[in-house]
């Protein structure tokens, strides 16, 4: 996480939201149009005959119907059970099987992210997915024991996600399930909110506790994404700032947001936390938290939690 200046921005309420809002009905209208925005790269998915995917750090993984695959990766986890047999998965995170409750996890074997090495080696799969953050000597490691590593790389929303969806299912063979997925996906974030105009959207942003320091999550993030698609708009994004800025508590005063969604046990500490006391949406007791598994998911699970924003903010 990185620390960003407030930096205000003259853009009109009206027009930053509607730049927000196309974000998802472009997607869904054009076709895709904001996958291959993100990342032209992806277009072999849909190539016939192609024999290999390009990953995220470049690597070429051959496009095969993998039998004995391991997910590291909590985005992996959720696509491939939507998109092949679930018994061809030997594993997944451990962290998707504390917070997902599906009978398609239920006889997995749990691995924190790519540091269970040996236990990983030990199951003999074709493949292995994770994510860039995973530390590259656990990755060489991987490799050296001879096994198919897939990097989908960062993890920052709809900026990387309909992407990821389409390059997993393009190497386990079944691309056109992944445009499927991706579709429904951006289809159903667009839906949530369609409904409210933008006259009536409300103003918010993200904001979380770690420690003694204030954590947001805008532009570049799942937060930014899920509170759009809620019907939120993000004021911090307005401003300037992108990914997981840390606020100062100046900055989030300049903000003033009337809105504002944290995580649950968090509501009366932000508003505890000194100097804070006359933030908006203090004042005006508008402070919602939802489930934190929800918020903090970077995958399929965006739906649930901007569904989540959207009854916490309007209450339907």
């Known amino acids: 996480m990185r620390e960003l200046a407030l930096r205000p921005k003259a853009t009109p309420m009206r027009d930053a939201n509607r730049l927000n809002t196309a974000l998802l009905l472009t997607a869904v209208v ?16 849909l190539a016939p005959g192609i024999s290999t995917v390009t990953d995220a750090t470049g690597a070429e993984v051959a496009v095969r119907e993998y039998s004995r695959i391991v997910s590291a990766s909590i985005i992996a986890d959720q696509v491939l059970v939507e998109i092949v047999d679930p018994a061809r998965l030997l594993a997944v995170s451990a962290h998707t099987l504390r917070t997902r409750k599906s009978d398609a996890y239920a006889d997995k074997i749990g691995v924190e992210r790519a540091q269970d090495i040996e236990t990983i080696i030990e199951l003999r799969p074709d493949i292995v997915f994770i994510n860039s953050f995973v530390d590259r000597r656990h990755v060489e490691r991987l490799k050296d024991a001879r096994l198919n590593v897939f990097d989908m790389g960062e993890m920052r929303g709809l900026e990387t996600l309909p992407a990821n969806i389409r390059r997993v299912a393009a190497v386990v063979g079944v691309p056109e399930r992944g445009e499927r997925l991706a579709k429904a996906l951006l289809e159903d974030l667009a839906a949530i909110s369609k409904d409210i105009d933008d006259a009536d959207r409300k103003r918010g942003l993200y904001v979380g506790i770690h420690g003694d320091r204030l954590y947001g999550g805008t532009v570049g993030s799942s937060f930014h994404d899920v509170l759009v698609a809620g019907g939120v ?24 947001p009337p809105w504002v969604i944290t995580n649950p046990g968090t509501e009366e500490a ?29 995958g399929l699970g965006m739906m649930e939690a901007a569904r989540a924003v959207r009854a916490a903010v309007y209450g339907k």
């Open 270 to 298: 932000l508003c505890r936390h000194p100097g804070l006391q006359s933030l908006r949406a203090c004042k005006l007791g508008q402070v919602r938290s939802v489930d934190t598994d929800l918020l903090t998911d970077p």
């Open 30 to 45: 054009s076709g895709f149009a904001l996958t291959a925005l993100i990342d032209s790269r992806v277009s072999f998915a």
């Open 233 to 256: 708009i993000d004021v911090a994004a307005e401003a300037g700032f992108r990914s997981w800025p840390a606020f100062t508590n100046e900055q989030l005063l300049s903000l003033d």
